[in-house]
Each structure stands twice: as structure tokens, then as C-alpha cells.
């Protein structure tokens, strides 16, 4: 059985339905009108919690927001980019508020960063890439732990109302990890739940990888006991690493970051696992098995948004009409274009992300 927790996914393939099963979510196909974005309708978004409770919120303008996050180890990479991508389309759909927080302090307490400089230094990074991936900057606040250490107040709060024994048995902790990553669920939950802290009980939706749930499971167990309302949840499955594992990675590599040369995201482009034959004619003959493509899946979650011109593209992989070094090349061209744009936003960005930080 592969190993699913906030802080390590084993490379093996995940059998998602079995997943949300032992999680105890609720597959997303039982929300009713899900909003039009290709990762609900490609089957992106796999699970959810209350997810139809913030829907029904949010069209009837009720007040509700979105907070999601990721740890200060170091650039975003493609797997971040296309959970925060799910953000931007439910922000403009919406019209909804989001807050975006970086976890420096984790990326320090596992060692995912070697001081509380280098976390900074990272964190400071993001937050500018956040602003190039295209949120609307008027509605979207970016959170850095070290740089809004008051969060810490409120997970002090927090701490009293839940016991280490909630900790271990939601986490599977043994005596073996250091004191921080102990206290670090309460320092996610204080995430979580801060809007609801700053602004009243209302909706709020955390869109996550599903190695994340047990963040929410602590977070929506201390909301009942405050006063605030439960958070709502939809899960992602993993976008997959280049070679095929599980999920794109820093730690177990594997992943194209944003803020790599795009001549080098390019060339990586050519190293992706497909679902091609062993040779050109045998692929002809019997063509390619899409589902197997690292390289469609990175083409349909961050590349080809109309759901006809990507299907049109399968049909022609599982024909045979296209071989694995046209979609590559496909893939590859369209790589490079957006990192260029994108890596001139984010230094466009670097010069104002102050404007855009809760501080103390």
C-alpha cells in the first residue's frame, strides 16, 4: 500500500478511489453543478468535504473565501501550479477573496530548508511567482509565517483545545520527530482557520493535494470547538513526476520547477514518460495509450484549456496519427514559451511584494 501523508508520498501508483475511501471523503461527483474548469471536468479534482456547502455560499453571495498554501522549500514547480491554478479560476468565477500562505517554518522544522534564512529567502521567492501566476492582487493576500508571526498567537489558542494523542493519532507521529513538526498541525490549522479569526465565522474553501487532508481533519475538529464554521476541502490527485512516479517533487525529484531555464524545462520535456510503442512503426500500427503519457498530462492540466483540441489530440496518440516525439515537441514548445513570460513576471513582481504581505 503506498504511503499518503502531508509530509511524504512513496512512488508507488496510488489507487485514488481507495484513497478517499480510508480518508473518508466523498468523491467530487457527488456535488451537483460543479463550477465550468478543466480540472473539474477532467478529473483533476477527485474528492471533496462540505465542497457543496461553499458552492451553494458562493452563489448566493454569501460571504466566503479560499486559503491554500505550500512550504518554503524552495520554487514553486508545475505540481503547485496546478492546485493554485484551481484558486485563480474559483477567484474569478466567484469573486472570492483569497489568502495565500507559505509555510517557511515547516520547510526549517523537516529540514526541507538548512536555516530560517534559506526559508525566507524562498518564501520571498514564491510570493512573487504567486503574483505572476495571475491572482487578482486586489482580492488576494499572501501570508509568510516569519514575516506574520501573530499566526502563531492564534495557534497557541488552538493548542489548547485539542491533545497530543488527536496529534499522533491524526498523523501517525512517533517520539522520534523534533518538537516543531509536533506543533506544526496547530500552526496549519491556525492557516486555516484565520479567516474565520480576522473576519467572522463564514465558508471558507482549502483546495489541496489529498496528501493534505490530515491538515483539515485537525483544522475542521478545532473549528467546532471554537465557533467557527467547519472548512470546506476538494482534493486534487498528484500531478505526476517526469518519470511516472507518483507525485512531482522536490525532494524525490522528478519535477520541472518555475524557475527553471526554459531551454532546460524544455529539454526535460523529452525525458517524460509515454504510453508509446518501443518503435516509430509499431507505434503507427498500434498507437499510444494516452493514460500512461506524462506528456498529455501536463498538456491538459496546464497547457490545452478547450476539452475538443485535447481529446482531438488522444484520438490521434491512440491511433497512431502522433508519435511521442510530436507531442513532446508540443509539449516542449509550449513549456518554454510560458516559463519565458512567466519568469519576466515574477521579476516584475520581486519589486512590489511587500505590497502584497500580511505582516504583523
Known amino acids: 500500500m503506498p504511503h499518503v501523508d502531508p509530509f511524504d508520498v512513496s512512488e508507488e501508483s496510488i489507487d485514488y478511489t481507495k484513497l478517499i475511501r480510508e480518508f473518508g471523503t466523498q468523491p467530487i461527483s457527488t456535488v451537483k453543478d460543479l463550477p465550468d474548469y478543466k480540472a473539474f471536468r477532467r478529473g483533476f479534482v477527485i474528492s471533496h468535504r462540505d465542497f457543496d456547502k461553499f458552492i451553494a455560499a458562493a452563489k448566493a453571495n454569501k460571504k466566503v473565501s479560499i486559503i491554500t498554501g505550500v512550504n518554503g522549500s524552495g520554487s514553486l514547480h508545475f505540481g503547485h501550479k496546478w492546485t493554485l491554478d484551481i484558486v485563480i479560476a474559483l477567484q474569478k468565477i466567484y469573486n472570492i477573496p483569497v489568502l495565500l500562505t507559505i509555510s517557511d517554518d515547516e520547510a526549517f522544522v523537516t529540514g526541507k530548508a538548512k536555516d530560517q534564512a534559506e526559508a525566507l529567502k524562498n518564501s520571498r521567492l514564491i510570493a512573487a511567482q504567486l503574483v505572476a501566476l495571475g491572482f487578482d492582487m486586489s482580492k488576494t493576500k499572501i501570508l509568510i509565517h516569519q514575516q506574520y508571526t501573530n499566526i502563531y498567537n492564534l495557534a497557541f489558542k488552538l493548542s489548547t483545545r485539542c491533545t497530543l494523542s488527536e496529534i499522533k493519532a491524526i498523523y501517525g507521529f512517533d517520539m522520534s520527530r523534533n518538537p516543531g513538526m509536533w506543533f506544526y498541525p496547530l500552526v496549519q490549522a491556525a492557516d486555516i482557520l484565520y479567516p474565520q479569526d480576522k473576519y467572522g465565522p463564514h465558508q471558507v474553501l482549502v483546495p489541496i493535494a489529498i496528501d493534505q487532508d490530515p491538515h483539515l481533519r485537525l483544522a475542521r475538529d478545532l473549528a467546532d470547538k471554537v465557533g467557527f464554521v467547519k472548512p470546506s476541502v476538494i482534493h486534487t490527485r498528484f500531478l505526476r513526476s517526469i518519470k511516472g512516479g507518483s507525485k512531482m517533487s522536490k525532494s524525490k525529484g522528478g519535477a520541472i520547477f518555475l524557475d527553471e531555464k526554459p531551454e532546460v524545462a524544455a529539454k526535460l520535456c523529452n525525458q517524460m514518460l509515454t504510453g508509446g510503442q518501443s518503435t516509430v512503426e509499431e507505434q503507427r500500427r498500434l498507437g499510444g495509450d494516452p493514460e500512461k503519457s506524462v506528456v498529455l498530462e501536463y498538456l491538459g492540466a496546464h497547457f490545452i484549456d478547450d476539452d475538443?483540441?485535447?481529446?482531438?489530440?488522444?484520438?490521434?496518440?491512440?491511433?497512431?496519427?502522433?508519435?511521442?516525439?510530436?507531442?513532446?515537441?508540443?509539449?516542449?514548445?509550449?513549456?518554454?514559451?510560458?516559463?519565458?513570460?512567466?519568469?519576466?513576471?515574477v521579476k516584475l513582481a520581486e519589486k512590489e511584494i511587500d505590497k502584497y504581505l500580511v505582516k504583523n
Open 308 to 345: 475538443k483540441e485535447l481529446e482531438k489530440i488522444k484520438a490521434d496518440y491512440r491511433s497512431g496519427k502522433l508519435l511521442d516525439g510530436e507531442i513532446k515537441k508540443m509539449l516542449s514548445d509550449k513549456m518554454k514559451e510560458y516559463l519565458i513570460n512567466f519568469q519576466v513576471r
